[in-house]
């Protein structure tokens, strides 16, 4: 194998305006990036990815090209999936266009790239996507080594699903059962783990392709699946008799499900973040898809900082536009409103309760830092 080394050469200008004879000098102005050169070194023997350019690249790109290129799931319902006509929608599906409206004023500027769970840390790794988007777990692990995960926007846990007729209600009744799993996931690992610390056994059936996992199951070639809950709850809609399965109550891991972006740009991770705060905060504060407009003349000074209106919340460091957040809030609505169109009462994918997903104020983790 071979090692493949990133040699950044960045070309910075520095402006020095100089006065004239007895005059007081001008300020000097920041550096600026204006050019970016990657290089790369072999090295014979080894192989690692190479990482993105320089600090403020990724916006410049996504500017320069005219979209945003976003990493999916098109086959979770709820998540990340196809709709009758063939769009690509879902939850997080639409963080993708929430970051785009900010940063390019349109939501639909957006290149969807499906890939499978194995697909995801590569793609970071290489740039392959400015974004991903996909159900994807924050770790130690894969902070250190995909990419910078941004802000957790569903909070989740790993479970099981098995058939109603099976007495399966614990972990120990398990014990030697045949059980379907996703490769290259934090579920893989929170399997082996759960089993050894239990001192069980099990038979691991594993496939690359969520939907491979979750059809070798409904045909009965495995005794349980496992995922996220969430993941199983989406998946059971789509057995032939959903109402034969039941999500058991044993959740085994923490799963913070987290947009992330590729590692070596600051501005853009800080971007990607303060828009899903710009979500949060909509919510806390009452602002809606509806109301945006109506909201930039509010008498609370923090919903016109958060719309524009007033002040400068961080947006010109940032080099985006004052109202870039109303532009977000606008295409997908707030956090609540986000939720409630793919999973309320009246959601279009399933019910799913809001639970840990309640906002702070409600009992729930979902919690942003204040813009201002």
């Known amino acids: 194998m071979r090692k493949l080394f990133p040699v950044i050469a960045v070309l910075i200008v520095f402006s020095v305006i100089s006065a004239a004879c007895g005059g007081t000098p001008a300020p000097v102005e920041q550096p600026k990036v204006v050019e970016t050169v990657v290089v790369t070194v072999e090295v014979p023997g080894e192989t690692i990815i190479t990482k993105p350019e320089a600090y403020g690249s990724?916006?410049?790109?996504?500017?320069?090209?005219?979209?945003?290129?976003?990493?999916?799931?098109?086959?979770?319902?709820?998540?990340?999936?196809?709709?009758?006509?063939?769009?690509?929608?879902?939850f997080d599906v639409d963080f993708c266009r929430a970051v785009a409206a900010a940063v390019l004023g349109d939501p639909e500027k957006v290149e969807f790239?499906?890939?499978?769970?194995?697909?995801?840390?590569?793609?970071?790794?290489?740039?392959?996507?400015?974004?991903?988007?996909?159900?994807?777990?924050?770790?130690?692990?894969?902070?250190?080594e995909w990419g910078n995960f941004t802000w957790t926007m569903f909070y989740d846990g790993q479970g099981f699903i098995v058939r109603k007729d099976s007495g399966?209600?614990?972990?120990?009744?398990?014990?030697?059962?045949?059980?379907?799993?996703?490769?290259?996931?934090?579920?893989?690992?929170?399997?082996?783990?759960?089993?050894?610390?239990?001192?069980?056994?099990?038979?691991?059936?594993?496939?690359?392709?969520?939907?491979?996992?979750?059809?070798?199951?409904?045909?009965?070639?495995?005794?349980?699946?496992?995922s996220d809950k969430s993941q199983l709850a989406s998946v059971q809609q789509g057995f032939k008799n959903p109402d034969d399965h039941e999500i058991l109550d044993i959740t085994i891991s923490k799963e913070p499900l987290t947009p992330a972006v590729p590692t070596g740009d600051d501005q853009w991770s800080d971007i990607v973040k303060v828009v899903m705060w710009g979500l949060i905060n909509a919510e806390d504060y009452g602002v809606t898809s509806a109301n945006v407009d109506?909201?930039?003349?509010?008498?609370?000074?923090?919903?016109?900082?958060?719309l524009g209106s007033e002040g400068d919340w961080g947006y010109s460091a940032l080099g985006l536009s004052p109202d870039a957040l109303a532009?977000?809030?606008?295409?997908?609505?707030?956090?609540?409103?986000?939720?409630?169109?793919?999973?309320g009462p009246?959601?279009?994918?399933?019910?799913?309760?809001?639970?840990?997903?309640n906002l702070w104020s409600n009992g729930g983790l979902i919690y942003a830092p204040p813009i201002k």
């Open 294 to 306: 109506a909201m930039k003349t509010s008498e609370n000074a923090n919903i016109r900082m958060l």
């Open 168 to 226: 399966v209600k614990t972990l120990q009744d398990m014990n030697g059962a045949t059980i379907c799993v996703t490769s290259g996931t934090t579920t893989e690992k929170n399997l082996a783990a759960a089993f050894a610390d239990a001192g069980l056994t099990y038979e691991a059936v594993i496939f690359e392709e969520t939907a491979a996992v979750y059809g070798a199951y409904d045909e009965g070639r495995c005794d349980v699946a496992t």
């Open 346 to 357: 009246q959601g279009i994918a399933f019910t799913l309760p809001r639970g840990l997903n």
């Open 58 to 90: 990724i916006a410049a790109r996504v500017r320069e090209r005219g979209k945003l290129i976003c990493g999916i799931h098109t086959s979770l319902l709820g998540f990340g999936y196809l709709d009758a006509n063939g769009r690509n929608v879902g």
């Open 113 to 144: 790239v499906p890939m499978t769970a194995a697909d995801r840390g590569p793609a970071l790794q290489t740039g392959e996507v400015d974004m991903l988007s996909r159900n994807a777990t924050w770790t130690s692990k894969r902070e250190a």
């Open 327 to 343: 532009n977000a809030i606008k295409a997908i609505g707030n956090y609540g409103e986000h939720y409630d169109h793919y999973f």
